[in-house]
Nanobody
Framework: QRKLVESGGGLVQPGGSLRLSCEVSGFNLDYYAIGWFRQVPGKEREGVSF????????QYADSVKGRFTISRDNAKNTAYLAMSSLTPEDTGDYYC?????????????????WGQGTRVTVSS
């Protein structure tokens, strides 16, 4: 059974940092692209950052470029999203998704397997 579990969310002050983790089980992460998405109530889920299975392709949404860093450790079957200089606009539920692909997968409807999400709240 394929399973993704996000962790690392929480409450942080503006300007602070968090690192999210996405631990997968039930499949070999070596062959899967990873995407991080976020969603706030009343809005559609949006893509934040994406990394290919071999880490040779990485993309970021314009809103997080220079502040967020995506990475992965296939040996640990875990992907990460390091977030810094957080603003209240970064508040939301963050989800990781894994899709069998050598490329990056940026679309919600093309992403195959999802975690349950972890909440990030940026507030003073």
């Amino acid at each position: 059974q394929r399973k993704l579990v996000e962790s690392g969310g929480g409450l942080v002050q503006p300007g602070g940092s968090l690192r999210l983790s996405c631990e997968v089980s039930g499949f070999n992460l070596d062959y899967y692209a990873i995407g991080w998405f976020r969603q706030v109530p009343g809005k559609e889920r949006e893509g934040v950052s994406f990394i290919s299975s071999g880490s040779d392709m990485i993309q970021y949404a314009d809103s997080v470029k220079g502040r967020f860093t995506i990475s992965r450790d296939n040996a640990k079957n875990t992907a990460y999203l390091a977030m810094s200089s957080l603003t209240p606009e970064d508040t939301g539920d963050y989800y990781c998704a894994a899709t069998y692909s050598s490329s990056v997968i940026t679309a919600v409807n093309m992403s195959a397997h999802w975690g349950q999400g972890t909440r990030v709240t940026v507030s003073s």
